[in-house]
């Protein structure tokens, strides 16, 4: 989205070589980045807490949403873990060991509201997100050291 918090600017941009580089050559692989870009779709004018306006919990949420879909769908996210662990933080995206968590952590827990008749509702998979954040904020807050003076 060139335009955030525009609804009417639906351009997505793809990095060939970055996904070369995260090792996307499968079409679970891809269809789950796009999962992931598309999250960021959906939740561009949510709030999260955070360094920098969450913008690092922004991109968990979206690999959390990722995670979700992998699970749900029985999808092969190997390639993406693979990737994301080869991946450097910075101050726009967390390191990929914690992104990889996230992408762990939903794909459980879908399976496990889905298994509960929990209704897999964007709030609902949000709260799941945000009880997880708060679970892991010490390691977060760890990992953004690296990048931020606090």
Known sequence: NVNPGSYEDDVLCLNIQQLVDMKVDSKDAFSLIMTHECAHRVLQNTQFPGINNGIWEHELAADFLMGCRAGLWNMDDSKIRVGLFLANGSPTHPEGALRALF????????????????????????????????????????????????
């Open 103 to 150: 992408v762990g952590h939903g794909m459980g827990k879908a399976i496990e509201m889905r298994d509960n008749s929990i209704p897999l509702s964007i709030q609902n998979l949000l709260n799941e997100f945000m009880a997880y954040r708060q679970e892991n904020l010490e390691l977060i807050h760890q990992y953004q050291r690296k990048f931020y003076r606090f």
